[in-house]
């Protein structure tokens, strides 16, 4: 009604043409010339309409309080709304008094919004900019897409948090189950509903269309750009799968099959093999191992290839020793610089964190690959507090051991079996035997013993395996109570322990070492059967046995006699801590003990044959596998090599270790030339043994001609020994 009544004015102005009574003021010359929304008014806004000379120009119909805008603020990416174009919105301002003149001095621009569409985005432009590529050799990998370039004061947060939260249920329409009783009056209605309901549609009253469709809510994605996160970075790389690779793949997809495995419990072979019971294990041979270290590093396949990678690297650092202990290196026995002075070379040591100031108690090599060893640690003293250890160690790696066990109680003793290379007997200081199985990484227990069948609660110093025939082994021992026990598996896999012999305290005179008479004792001795620290089979005799007990007497024994020994001498004024038997003479037995003492005996005479002096407690002794009449001995720090056909007096060649360091054990190699030596701080040496006499074509025939020269001085030993001699030899007919 305002722009019709100004339009009426206007038409009476001109038509009067009377300037008094109308005015109007031509435009300010100092106004802009602006082109302002809706078109139909951008005319009047440059004009002043004055009647008798008062300004009644009609105000704007626009409230100049708001622009004159679109909603045209959304951010939607995927909005393809049309957008009306504009250039500017504009708020007019101007001053009025209640006077009522007052002129408009003209338009000022207050506000201004840029219409997204009128941007140009630059496709070419990559966004990659920034990218710092690790591997410089590395190309760049090339961009998916291209995204705009973005001003440099817009930054992206590096990562977006999204929150997830449960809406309120807005049940659009809800259809309830009514049910009614059958012939009540809401039934009746509901009959007559149904069927009305299928006249219409299914009846001869059918007229209604009925269409079936799926309806889905339209998804309108919204997102703005300020949600946009930073680019991850990207590089090329190079994979390469071999054929082998893929086959070894495929192969094991192919394996995936359930194993069957007999029944622990009944794996007797007295019913046919189709009545046996079986017991299913599925075994899933293509399990995927997962992409972490922890995960990896769990898995055989990986610690297989580091012990093998560790081989590599040790023999680079060891090789020069590994050819001397191999043999490949040797002196040349027709050197004009030859000269005996039984040299001690050493090669390496082996040792690690886990073994450091833990006494070695036992050592036992592997006799189907010499190259393994197994190492027990445990305690020294009697009342030491450690745990024990089993370290496998291998001459190829002397760096690290390739297994490591550890127990809860001290392990005393291990032995490995001679009909599976795997199996490693186990000795602990609590009386427990168990066998393990050395093929796994973590403790793999084949067989333990029960304490329904094993009643020794005393320390076990010695095992070893024993063969009745080619198939059976069993496991022999000898602990601190004097008990000689025979363990062996059943086909039920129970590890059954079975009483061998209990070695008793002796009493009166005995054969062998003659010692000073004892002062007569009134008072009840606390036990009567003294411990068996080491223990030999008989060389030639099966069933025969040989024990040195602490009471310094070695006893002889069989497995047919299981309450009595068959024979008994003194052979050390203190314990016997080990005994061995010359590889070219059976019948000679060398042993040692705590009298500071080596004392060399023939089966068959009372006395001693040879004694030789040490400063120490002799711990182990051992004769050299391809030298008659040499023998290493170990007695407390000191190392001492033997020469018998030389001098007995004292060693030819010592090699001394520090004073805080007590040798526990010692032993030659197969080959004859390495020694290797246990202390108490759990480290194993390994020596060369060099500058040595060659041995000569009679080994035997110098033996026995050094025994000889031993017994010089007394003629009825000689006697006894020739006559020894004729009756082995007859026997031997």
């Known amino acids: 009604m305002v722009e019709a009544e100004i339009i009426s004015v206007l038409s009476h102005a001109y038509s009067s043409n009377d300037p008094s009574v109308y005015e109007l003021s031509e435009p300010s010359t100092h106004t802009k010339s602006v082109k302002l929304t809706p078109a139909t008014l951008d005319k009047r806004l440059f004009y002043k309409v004055k009647v008798n000379g008062v300004n009644v120009t009609p105000d704007n119909i626009l409230d100049p309080g708001y622009a004159t805008l679109e909603d045209l603020t959304t951010h939607a990416a995927f909005d393809h709304r049309s957008r009306s174009r504009f250039d500017a919105a504009i708020k007019y301002t101007r001053s009025k008094s209640r006077a009522g003149v007052e002129a408009i001095t003209g338009a000022k621009v207050y506000a201004t919004t840029i219409n997204l569409d009128d941007i140009e985005i630059d496709v070419s432009i990559n966004t990659e900019e920034g990218v710092e590529i690790e591997d410089k050799l590395v190309s760049p990998a090339p961009s998916a897409f291209y995204l705009p370039k973005l001003p440099p004061l817009t930054t992206y947060p590096p990562e977006i948090f999204i929150t997830l939260k449960e809406t309120e249920t807005v049940f659009l329409i809800s259809l309830p189950c009514l049910s009614y009783e059958k012939g009540s009056r809401e039934g009746n209605f509901i009959e007559e509903d149904n069927a009305f309901y299928d006249y219409i549609t299914l009846g001869k009253g059918k007229n209604r269309k009925i269409v079936n469709e799926e309806t889905q809510t339209h998804i309108k994605m919204v997102q703005t750009r300020h949600t946009l996160a930073t680019r991850p970075q990207k590089k090329n790389a190079i994979s390469f799968a071999s054929m082998w690779d893929m086959h070894d793949t495929y192969e094991q997809i192919e394996q995936t099959v359930a194993e069957e495995e007999d029944d622990e419990m009944v794996m007797y072979q007295s019913a046919a093999a189709h009545m046996l019971r079986k017991k299913r294990k599925k075994i899933d041979a293509h399990k995927r191992v997962g992409k972490t270290f922890e995960e990896i590093a769990a898995t055989h396949q990986y610690l297989d290839a580091v012990l093998l990678m560790e081989r590599v690297l040790a023999s680079l650092v060891f090789a020069a020793q590994q050819k001397t202990f191999?043999?490949?290196?040797?002196?040349?026995?027709?050197?004009?610089?030859?000269?005996?002075?039984?040299?001690?070379?050493?090669?390496?040591?082996?040792?690690?964190?886990?073994?450091?100031?833990?006494?070695?108690?036992?050592?036992?090599?592997?006799?189907?690959?010499?190259?393994?060893?197994?190492?027990?640690?445990?305690?020294?003293?009697?009342?030491?507090?450690?745990?024990?250890?089993?370290?496998?160690?291998?001459?190829?790696?002397?760096?690290?051991?390739?297994?490591?066990?550890?127990?809860?109680?001290?392990?005393?003793?291990?032995?490995?079996?001679?009909?599976?290379?795997?199996?490693?007997?186990?000795?602990?200081?609590?009386?427990?035997?168990?066998?393990?199985?050395?093929?796994?990484?973590?403790?793999?227990?084949?067989?333990?013993?029960?304490?329904?069948?094993n009643p020794c609660f005393e320390p076990i110093w010695v095992i070893n395996w024993r063969s009745l025939d080619r198939e059976s082994e069993f496991v022999m021992t000898a602990s601190q109570d004097g008990r000689i026990r025979r363990f062996q598996s059943t086909k039920t896999h129970e590890f059954i322990s079975t009483p061998m012999m209990r070695v008793s305290a002796v009493e009166g005179k005995l054969k062998g070492l003659e010692t000073t008479k004892p002062c007569p004792k009134h008072d009840v001795p606390i036990t009567r059967y003294p411990a068996v620290f080491c223990m030999i089979w008989h060389p030639t005799i099966d069933h025969c046995y040989l024990v040195g007990t602490d009471e310094g007497c070695i006893h002889r024994c069989s497995t047919h006699y299981l309450n009595q020994h068959i024979d008994v001498y003194r052979a050390h004024a203190g314990p016997v801590t080990d005994l061995c038997n010359s590889p070219f003479m059976s019948y000679l037995l060398a042993s040692c003990g705590a009298d500071n003492a080596i004392r060399l005996w023939i089966e068959g005479m009372d006395d001693v044959i040879l004694t030789l002096t040490c400063q120490n407690a002799v711990n182990g002794i051992a004769f050299c596998p391809i030298n008659a009449t040499i023998l290493i001995s170990a007695s407390g720090n000191t190392l001492s090599v033997w020469d018998l056909r030389r001098k007995t007096h004292m060693p030819c060649a010592e090699h001394k270790f520090p004073h805080d360091v007590m040798l526990t054990y010692i032993r030659f190699a197969p080959c004859g030339h390495n020694v290797f030596v246990g202390d108490t701080t759990g480290r194993l040496h390994t020596f060369h043994l060099e500058d040595t006499p060659i041995p000569p074509f009679n080994q035997q025939k110098l033996l026995d001609d050094v025994i000889r020269k031993a017994l010089c001085t007394r003629p009825h030993m000689l006697k006894q020994l020739d006559k020894l001699m004729r009756f082995k030899k007859r026997k031997s007919y």
């Not at 050493?346 to 040792?351: D, M, N």
């Not at 108690?361 to 190259?371: G, R």
């Open 326 to 453: 191999r043999g490949v290196i040797d002196i040349d026995p027709l050197s004009l610089d030859l000269i005996y002075i039984y040299t001690l070379a050493k090669l390496w040591t082996y040792g690690c964190e886990e073994t450091l100031n833990k006494p070695i108690s036992s050592i036992s090599f592997n006799p189907k690959y010499p190259n393994i060893c197994a190492i027990s640690h445990g305690k020294f003293g009697y009342a030491d507090v450690c745990q024990g250890i089993v370290c496998i160690w291998s001459t190829k790696n002397p760096r690290k051991p390739e297994r490591l066990y550890r127990f809860k109680a001290p392990v005393t003793c291990v032995s490995f079996s001679n009909k599976n290379p795997n199996w490693l007997a186990c000795g602990f200081c609590d009386g427990d035997v168990i066998i393990l199985d050395i093929t796994s990484y973590s403790i793999k227990i084949k067989a333990r013993s029960k304490r329904d069948t």
